[in-house]
C-alpha cells in the first residue's frame, strides 16, 4: 500500500532558529502534497498544497516566507518553519496524493515545539 | 464558509451500539470526494472510507458505511457494533477541484467515546 514517511515525529527547537519537516512517498509518485497544521484538540487545517516543480499554493492567513514549502521531487516535499516562535508549536502533518481518486496517505506528523 | 461542517463535538456511546457520525458539506464542483478518518491519540490519520460524488451506492467498509445523501449534501459515517477501540478523534473531509487547484479540507471533528 500507499506509505509516507514524515520525519522528525518531534522536534524542539529554540526560538528564532528554522526547523524543516520531510514528507516522502515511499513507494509511490506524489504530485501534490498537502500540509497541515493541528491545534491540540482541532481540526486540521490546509496550510498550502504544494506541486512537484512549481510554487506552493498557500491558503489564505499562511505566511509564505514564514512557512517554505520545497517539492523538488515527485517522493519528496519539505515543509521548513522559519525563524520559529513559541506560537508555531504545532503538529503538523503531511498527505500525499497518488491520483484523484481515493488515494490520499497522511505521514505520522511531526510534533513542534518552540521554547 | 465552512465547507465541511461536523457539528457533534462530542459523542458519548455503549458498547456493541451502532453510531452515527454527522458530516455536511458544501461545493461547487461537481465532482468531488468524501472521506472519513479516524485520528487515535497518537495522531496518525486513519483512513476509512470514501465515497465519490458520482457514486450511486452508499459506500461500505467492514462496519462503516457512509451514509450519503446528495440533495441534502450529508455523508454521515455509521459504524455498526461499536467496540472500545473505535474510541478516537473523526474527521469527515471533502476533496474538491476548484480552479484547477486540487483541495482536501476537513470538518471540526467529533470525539467519540465509546463506554465499556
Known amino acids: 500500500g500507499a506509505v509516507v514517511s514524515q520525519h522528525p515525529s518531534r522536534v524542539i527547537c529554540k526560538s528564532g532558529t528554522s526547523v524543516k519537516i520531510e514528507c516522502r512517498s515511499l513507494d509511490f509518485q506524489a504530485t501534490t502534497m498537502f500540509w497541515y497544521r493541528q491545534f491540540p484538540k482541532q481540526s486540521l487545517m490546509l496550510m498550502a498544497t504544494s506541486n512537484e516543480g512549481s510554487k506552493a499554493t498557500y491558503e489564505q492567513g499562511v505566511e509564505k516566507d514564514k512557512f517554505l514549502i520545497n517539492h523538488a521531487s515527485l517522493t519528496l516535499s519539505t515543509l521548513t518553519v522559519t525563524s520559529a516562535h513559541p506560537e508555531d508549536s504545532s503538529f503538523y502533518i503531511c498527505?500525499?496524493?497518488?491520483?484523484?481518486?481515493?488515494?490520499?496517505?497522511f505521514g505520522s506528523g511531526t510534533r513542534l515545539t518552540v521554547v | 464558509a465552512q465547507k465541511i461542517t461536523q457539528t457533534q463535538p462530542g459523542m458519548f456511546v455503549q458498547e456493541k451500539e451502532a453510531v452515527t457520525l454527522d458530516c455536511t458539506y458544501d461545493t461547487s464542483d461537481p465532482s468531488y470526494g468524501l472521506f472519513w478518518y479516524k485520528q487515535p491519540s497518537s495522531g496518525e490519520m486513519i483512513f476509512l472510507i470514501y465515497q465519490g460524488s458520482y457514486d450511486q451506492q452508499n459506500a461500505t467498509e467492514g462496519r462503516y458505511s457512509l451514509n450519503f445523501q446528495k440533495a441534502r449534501k450529508s455523508a454521515n459515517l455509521v459504524i455498526s457494533a461499536s467496540q472500545l477501540g473505535d474510541s478516537a478523534m473523526y474527521f469527515c473531509?471533502?476533496?474538491?477541484?476548484?480552479?484547477?487547484?486540487?483541495?482536501?479540507?476537513f470538518g471540526q471533528g467529533t470525539r467519540l467515546t465509546i463506554n465499556p
Open positions: 498527505s500525499a496524493n497518488r491520483d484523484m481518486g481515493t488515494g490520499y496517505t
Open positions: 473531509a471533502m476533496r474538491e477541484t476548484l480552479q484547477g487547484a486540487q483541495k482536501l479540507v
